[in-house]
């Protein structure tokens, strides 16, 4: 596995993968990776001859109050876990490197139709931060194709968006939410869980299954089924932001006869911020 931080030396190994005709496969990532993280490498390179895997804390989608300083820098454990998955090249940038021209005189990136509800009614500038590091992201690496994972479900429609909208030539895939057995989310800020809070924590997939059950038997009353969802979770000890029934394809609020949902739910337990959602086929 390569290692490189700087974007002459990612052009340079770019460049002689290319002129070998190899196809090329990028997982973006914050580090501190788990099973999920490599589940999109083991996808990744279905789709390439080529993959690489990038870890940058991006300061630009962490709000004045959130974990951007704690957040959990792991990278010479990540290292050794991606060479066991044949990961072809890790790119480590420094913030210098993906905005040249500093953070505060960056262009930016915005997806005005997604970037405002849900998660981005909690975190304001969020997902312009994910929007515009995904887009830095891309111009260095130019990929074929792109791997993300379906937990951070939101996201992953902003950046479809975001690639349909500039006809950018990368094909973005959606990599399924790996959980424990307990049906708990995989997530890089799990580790911020006590040992009670991760017994708790299962209960937030549970209410899911449970909102999603009730729409297979025919309810349609989705406020009443976001509304007991929430007291579910308030009973359980979360904090929830939200828990919301949506179109699939875009996040609209559905029509009762709509046959594609997602059911998205953030909450805090503790110090954690977990989010998790679940596709509704009807």
Do not use: C, W
């Given at each position: 596995m390569k290692i490189v931080s700087t974007a002459e030396a990612l052009r340079e190994q770019l460049g002689e993968w290319r002129r070998a005709g190899d196809?090329?496969?990028?997982?973006?990532?914050?580090?501190?990776?788990?099973?999920?993280?490599?589940?999109?490498?083991?996808?990744?390179?279905?789709?390439?001859?080529?993959?690489?895997?990038?870890?940058?804390?991006?300061?630009?989608?962490?709000?004045?109050?959130?974990?951007?300083?704690?957040?959990?820098?792991?990278?010479?454990?990540?290292?050794?876990?991606?060479k066991k998955v044949s990961v072809d090249l890790l790119f480590v940038?420094?913030?210098?490197?993906?905005?040249?021209?500093?953070?505060?005189?960056?262009?930016?990136?915005?997806v005005p139709a997604l970037n405002q509800e849900l998660c981005g009614s909690f975190r304001p500038g969020h997902f312009d931060g994910v929007a515009t590091v995904v887009s830095r992201l891309f111009g260095l690496?130019?990929?074929?194709?792109?791997v993300f994972g379906q937990k951070d479900y939101q996201q992953l429609?902003?950046?479809?968006?975001?690639?349909?909208?500039?006809?950018?030539?990368?094909?973005i895939i959606a990599g399924p939410t790996l959980r424990d057995e307990d049906g708990l989310a995989m997530s890089s800020r799990n580790q911020y869980l006590t040992d009670e809070e991760r017994k708790i924590a299962p209960e937030l997939y549970r209410v899911l299954e449970k909102t999603a059950e009730a729409l297979h038997t025919g309810n349609r009353?989705?406020?009443?089924?976001?509304?007991?969802?929430?007291?579910?979770?308030?009973?359980?000890?979360?904090?929830?932001?939200?828990?919301?029934?949506?179109?699939?394809?875009?996040?609209?609020?559905?029509?009762?006869?709509?046959?594609?949902?997602?059911?998205?739910?953030?909450?805090?337990?503790?110090?954690?911020?977990?989010?998790?959602?679940?596709?509704?086929?009807?």
């Open positions: 196809h090329i496969a990028l997982v973006p990532t914050m580090g501190n990776l788990h099973d999920g993280h490599l589940s999109l490498v083991r996808i990744a390179r279905e789709h390439a001859e080529r993959v690489i895997i990038s870890v940058f804390v991006n300061p630009t989608q962490f709000g004045e109050d959130e974990d951007f300083e704690k957040y959990p820098r792991t990278l010479e454990r990540d290292k050794l876990k991606l940038p420094e913030v210098a490197t993906m905005y040249p021209f500093g953070i505060d005189k960056a262009t930016t990136v915005t690496v130019q990929p074929d194709v792109a429609l902003v950046i479809r968006r975001l690639a349909e909208d500039l006809n950018l030539a990368v094909k009353d989705y406020a009443a089924l976001e509304k007991s969802a929430v007291e579910q979770l308030t009973s359980s000890g979360f904090k929830p932001e939200y828990l919301s029934i949506r179109r699939a394809e875009n996040l609209d609020a559905p029509d009762r006869d709509e046959d594609h949902l997602v059911i998205l739910v953030a909450a805090h337990l503790g110090e954690a911020r977990l989010i998790d959602n679940l596709l509704v086929e009807i």
